[in-house]
C-alpha cells in the first residue's frame, strides 16, 4: 500500500498583473487557507515521506505556510516538471518514486492535480467522491490509498479516495 496526497497550491493572487504566472504569490485567503490545512496535517498526524512541489511562488509558499504550521519534516524535491504539468506527466512522476517511501505529498496545480485524483481513484466513496466530482479548489487536499506493492504499479484505478479536505471544511483562525 502506498498514500499518496495530492495537493493543489492554495489561492494565488492576481492583483498585480505586471507578476508572471510563475511568480504569482499567495492571496491572503490563500495563506490562511495553507495556514489551515498546516494545522490540519498536524493534527491529523499526517507526515508524508517525501514532498514533491512545483517551484512555482504559489506552490513554494503555500507549502512554507504549511510546513510552518504542521509536523511534517519530509524531504522536499522542488521539481519544474510540475509546474503546469498534466496528469500523464504526474502520474509518471510517482511511478519513478523510491519503493523505500510509504507515502508522498504532491503539491502541484490544476488541471494536472484534479486530473489526477480522477485517474488514479477506482470508486469514490460517496461523500468524498462528490465532493472530488464537484471540483478541486485551491487549497484542496486529496488522500489515495493506493493497492499497489511499488510505486512502478501506480497506474490509472488502483487508489481509493479515503479523504477529500478543502479549505473551506477547516476552522481557520
Request: a positive charge; proline letters at 6%.
Amino acid at each position: 500500500m502506498r498514500t499518496i496526497y495530492l495537493m493543489r497550491h492554495a489561492k494565488s493572487s492576481w492583483q498585480d498583473e505586471s507578476v508572471t504566472d510563475f511568480d504569482r504569490p499567495l492571496a491572503k485567503r490563500g495563506r490562511r487557507a495553507a495556514t489551515a490545512m498546516g494545522r490540519h496535517l498536524r493534527d491529523r498526524q499526517i507526515a508524508p515521506a517525501q514532498i514533491l512541489c512545483s517551484p512555482a511562488q504559489r506552490t513554494r509558499e503555500t507549502l512554507d505556510r504549511m510546513e510552518k504550521y504542521s509536523a511534517a519534516t519530509a524531504p522536499v524535491r522542488y521539481e519544474k516538471a510540475i509546474y503546469l504539468a498534466e496528469a500523464t506527466v504526474l502520474l509518471r512522476r510517482l511511478t519513478r518514486l523510491s519503493d523505500s517511501l510509504e507515502s508522498v505529498m504532491l503539491i502541484g496545480h490544476n488541471p494536472g492535480v484534479e486530473t489526477l485524483a480522477r485517474v488514479l481513484v477506482d470508486r469514490p466513496d460517496e461523500a468524498s467522491g462528490r465532493q472530488l466530482g464537484a471540483k478541486f479548489p485551491t487549497g484542496a487536499l486529496a488522500v489515495l490509498v493506493a493497492d499497489v506493492a511499488r510505486w512502478h504499479d501506480v497506474r490509472p484505478g488502483c487508489a481509493e479516495l479515503t479523504a477529500f479536505v478543502r479549505p473551506k471544511d477547516l476552522p481557520s483562525d
